[in-house]
């Protein structure tokens, strides 16, 4: 089966850290930008933070600059989205999708109706104290 699975997700205060797992199963990422993507209730989806195929081009959403990093081991078949210094802001239903072929990462992260292949079924941040 063709998927993206998403973990890493959880409670935690502010200012902790959570790892963000995305692992792709049925295929192989080499050939895929991947983004990392979230909503919170009542809200808009968000581009967090996306990154091409080769991982030398990154995008990050103002929110989320200095703090978070992502990242990809291709041999992995993973790509991880490192959170630091979390705010109650933060907190969404997390969700990496998969878009085949070379991109601009930071027009992927920011337009609309932009279509992905594979978009995993999402992982709940919640911050908290």
């Known amino acids: 089966q063709l998927q993206l699975v998403e973990s890493g997700g959880g409670l935690v205060q502010p200012g902790g850290s959570l790892r963000l797992s995305c692992a792709a199963s049925?295929?192989?990422?080499?050939?895929?930008?991947i983004g990392w993507f979230r909503q919170a209730p009542g809200k808009e989806r968000e581009g967090v933070s996306c990154?091409?195929?080769?991982?030398?081009?990154?995008y990050y959403a103002d929110s989320v600059k200095g703090r978070f990093t992502i990242s990809r081991d291709n041999a992995k078949n993973t790509v991880y989205l490192q959170m630091n210094s979390l705010k109650p802001e933060d907190t969404a239903v997390y969700y990496c999708?998969?878009?085949?072929?070379?991109?601009?990462?930071?027009?992927?992260?920011?337009?609309?109706?932009?279509?992905?292949?594979?978009w995993g079924q999402g992982t709940q941040v919640t911050v908290a104290s």
């Open positions: 049925g295929f192989t990422l080499d050939y895929y930008a």
């Open positions: 990154v091409s195929l080769s991982g030398a081009s990154t």
């Open positions: 999708a998969a878009k085949r072929g070379r991109t601009i990462v930071g027009a992927m992260c920011t337009t609309s109706g932009i279509s992905f292949d594979y």
